[in-house]
T-cell receptor
Framework: AQKITQTQPGMFVQEKEAVTLDCTYDTSDQSYGLFWYKQPSSGEMIFLIYQGSYDEQNATEGRYSLNFQKARKSANLVISASQLGDSAMYFC???????????FGKGTTLSVSS | GAVVSQHPSWVICKSGTSVKIECRSLDFQATTMFWYRQFPKQSLMLMATSNEGSKATYEQGVEKDKFLINHASLTLSTLTVTSAHPEDSSFYICSAGAGRAYGYTFGSGTRLTVV
């Protein structure tokens, strides 16, 4: 069975600094997708970034980039120039190719201070 | 963009009653619907996966008779918490997939409180 591991329960960073949130996954599938979501206290799930297993380049979306190392089965999220509004819970998720499975890690709470 | 409307946003019910939560995809066909439960400061725990027109697949430990999931059409899935008890109080959230490894859309979640 697939498993997503986020080993950092909480991370603290100062405004304007970069931060890396770790995510490793375990799967025997060859084709899959990896996601990062942000969940503020309101509860909504905000999509941040997606990486396909066959994508050769690391995904980037504005201040977010995904450091994808397929051989190591890791998909770390890098947030550059942190902002106070980035304070939230962040989840890494794995999806199968068919779109019939979407599994989440335990999450990392990010706190950004001024 | 794709939108999933989830209702109600919050609900308070008496112990022993049933509560229905709806997730409706507004502008796309949701071939797969995932239902999650989330306790404060914890991860999204997958409860069940449903595909349109077929029975839901429940995760181990989730009571099928308590959490009834219906995915009658490509735009509507419902979760009914039957005979709710205080321990069922939680945040429930749905996610709709359109049959590919990307492109999941979440509902806004339902905060259920059973008193």
């Amino acid at each position: 069975a697939q498993k997503i591991t986020q080993t950092q329960p909480g991370m603290f960073v100062q405004e304007k600094e970069a931060v890396t949130l770790d995510c490793t996954y375990d799967t025997s599938d060859q084709s899959y997708g990896l996601f990062w979501y942000k969940q503020p206290s309101s509860g909504e799930m905000i999509f941040l970034i997606y990486q396909g297993s066959y994508d050769e380049q690391n995904a980037t979306e504005g201040r977010y980039s995904l450091n994808f190392q397929k051989a190591r089965k890791s998909a770390n999220l890098v947030i550059s120039a942190s902002q106070l509004g980035d304070s939230a819970m962040y989840f890494c998720a794995w999806a199968n190719q068919a779109g019939t499975a979407l599994i989440f890690g335990k999450g990392t709470t990010l706190s950004v201070s001024s | 963009g794709a939108v999933v409307s989830q209702h109600p946003s919050w609900v308070i019910c008496k112990s022993g009653t049933s509560v229905k939560i709806e997730c409706r995809s507004l502008d796309f066909q949701a071939t797969t619907m995932f239902w999650y439960r989330q306790f404060p400061k914890q991860s999204l725990m997958l409860m069940a996966t449903s595909n349109e027109g077929s029975k839901a697949t429940y995760e181990q430990g989730v009571e099928k008779d308590k959490f009834l999931i219906n995915h009658a059409s490509l735009t509507l899935s419902t979760l009914t918490v039957t005979s709710a008890h205080p321990e069922d109080s939680s945040f429930y959230i749905c996610s709709a997939g359109a049959g590919r490894a990307y492109g999941y859309t979440f509902g806004s979640g339902t905060r259920l409180t059973v008193v």
